[in-house]
């Protein structure tokens, strides 16, 4: 069983920057793929950016250039560097992992549905 514990939400101006965390519980190492969702109130969940074991990342369309994903296992800690923030990027932000992930399609890569843990999320709010 896994736990995951995210840290790092805050409330920044425009083009600001944060930088979110996941704490793992458990063993890290086998898990195939480790990432950030996001979800506002009445919106279904969305993948924001995920990472595999071997370091292949899939960043979501709408944070490409602007976020970048990374991983820890020695530390069991998932990263988020969060850069040139805007107000559209205000969510609730989670974590998420799984140990059984079989596809490389990015669509399903950044599916919720793909991923069995997940944290209780961090608030970003983004002001302009």
């Known amino acids: 069983q896994v736990q995951l514990v995210e840290s790092g939400g805050g409330s920044v101006q425009a083009g600001g920057s944060l930088r979110l965390s996941c704490l793992a519980s458990?063993?890290?190492?086998?898990?195939?793929?480790w990432g950030w969702f996001r979800q506002v109130p009445g919106e279904e969940r969305e993948g924001v950016a995920v990472?595999?074991?071997?370091?292949?990342?899939t960043i979501a369309d709408s944070v490409s250039g602007r976020f970048t994903i990374s991983r820890d296992n020695d530390k069991k800690t998932l990263y988020l560097q969060m850069n040139d923030l805007k107000p559209e990027d205000t969510a609730m932000y989670y974590c998420?992992?799984?140990?059984?992930?079989?596809?490389?399609?990015?669509?399903?890569?950044?599916?919720?549905?793909?991923?069995?843990?997940w944290g209780q999320g961090t608030q970003v709010t983004v002001s302009s």
């Open positions: 998420a992992a799984d140990f059984n992930v079989q596809t490389d399609k990015s669509w399903l890569l950044l599916h919720p549905r793909t991923y069995s843990y």
């Open positions: 990472i595999s074991n071997d370091g292949r990342t």
């Open positions: 458990g063993d890290m190492s086998s898990s195939n793929c």
